[in-house]
């Protein structure tokens, strides 16, 4: 009998150590933290996507200054009397 209760005993406690073992691996995330966390996520990534496509946007603008340039450039009007050639 008292092999038994020894036994029982052993076992109860391998339970437990396993238990608390089994919580601390596994006890999860909140809800609340998922969603803290993706939305302090998704902000971080829309300011810097903002601020991305603004650095785009100026190089664009200079891009697109430079070409009106070469374009005023290409298009200059004829010297005294010449007229284009039309293919």
Not at 2 to 20: M, P, Q, Y
Not at 29 to 46: G, L, N, P, Q
Not at 62 to 67: F, G, P, T
């Amino acid at each position: 009998m008292k092999k038994r209760i020894n036994l029982l005993a052993g076992l109860a406690v391998l339970a437990a150590i396993f238990a608390a073992l089994w919580f601390v691996r596994f006890r999860g995330v909140t809800h609340e933290r998922i969603y803290d966390v993706v939305v302090a996520e998704s902000a971080d990534v829309k300011t810097q996507i903002d601020v991305r496509s603004s650095a785009i946007d100026r190089k664009l603008d200079r891009i697109e200054s430079k070409l009106d340039r070469l374009l005023e450039l290409a298009d200059r009007p004829l010297p005294d009397n010449l007229r284009r050639i039309e293919p």
